[in-house]
């Protein structure tokens, strides 16, 4: 990492640290074979890799993107088999709390589990990250500190933001538009949110979504006919 006053060489691209000279990998005096792309060498000191957003959601949990091998306590990214990487807070539901079984050795329940694997999951959680301060303080040398270090730092614990839907649902939209003055409008809406709230309903009778008692009962009662029925209706549509 660079020391403290230490300039960046004009040209250099913000978290990503200057390329070697041309004939040399990144081990001192092993010869880079000829005509071999130059690949990026990502300085996990930089700015752009120690902000909240990227401790709490991106380090250890996207995909390294270089090929060639390389000090993976170096680099921010997370790599295959490394003890290091995490799951996204965003995606698999777990909290900030070690696992139990994972402390002991192992955990069955694998990337479903609801608890934190490792001591990077557990205080790189949105619930845990910098919501207590360092006992080091500013004299810190920690290259990745899990603890804030003046008051400035400290955060208020947070649950993982979900991430976005792929698909945006449309029928708030629809429904409002059904609200305007134009009769022919009011019915081609009505007409669209009847056939996707009918293939919505197919979607979920055929996953047994619907019981004997309605919404929420255990067992699929419609059955394939009456599925079938269903589908029979929406394509006279």
């Known amino acids: 990492g660079r020391s403290a006053g230490e ?32 690949e990026p060498v990502f300085d996990i000191d930089s700015p752009a890799f120690s902000s909240d957003d990227f401790r709490m959601y991106e380090f250890k949990v996207k995909r390294c993107p270089r ?6 306590t170096e680099c921010p990214f997370a790599h295959p088999g490394e003890k290091a990487r995490r799951r996204d807070p965003r995606k698999y539901m777990y909290s900030g709390t070690a696992c139990p079984d994972f402390r002991k050795g192992s955990c069955k329940r694998g990337d479903a589990c609801e ?16 919501t207590q301060t360092c006992t080091d303080g500013e004299q810190c040398k920690r290259r990745v500190c899990f603890f804030a ?3 400035g730092e400290i955060r208020v614990p947070t649950e993982a933001r979900a991430l976005e839907p792929k698909e945006p649902n449309l ?15 009011q019915a081609t809406v ?25 919404f929420g009962a255990p067992m699929g009662a419609m ?9 029979q209706q929406q394509q006279q549509q």
Do not use: N, T
């Open 115 to 130: 608890f934190a694997h490792g001591v990077f999951e557990c205080w790189l959680h949105p619930s845990r990250y910098r």
């Open 7 to 38: 300039r960046r060489a004009p040209g250099d691209r913000p978290g990503i640290a200057p390329a070697r000279g041309p004939g040399r990998s990144e081990e001192a005096g092993a010869p880079r074979p000829a005509g071999a792309a130059m």
């Open 171 to 185: 029928l708030p939209g629809l429904a409002g538009l059904g609200s305007l003055g134009d009769p022919q409008l």
């Open 149 to 151: 270090h003046h008051q």
């Open 67 to 72: 090929i060639k091998a390389h000090d993976w």
């Open 190 to 214: 009505a007409q669209i949110l009847s056939l996707q709230a009918q293939q919505q309903f197919v979607q979920v009778a055929a996953a047994g979504g619907f019981g004997p008692a309605g």
């Open 223 to 231: 059955g394939p006919g009456g599925v079938a029925f269903l589908q």
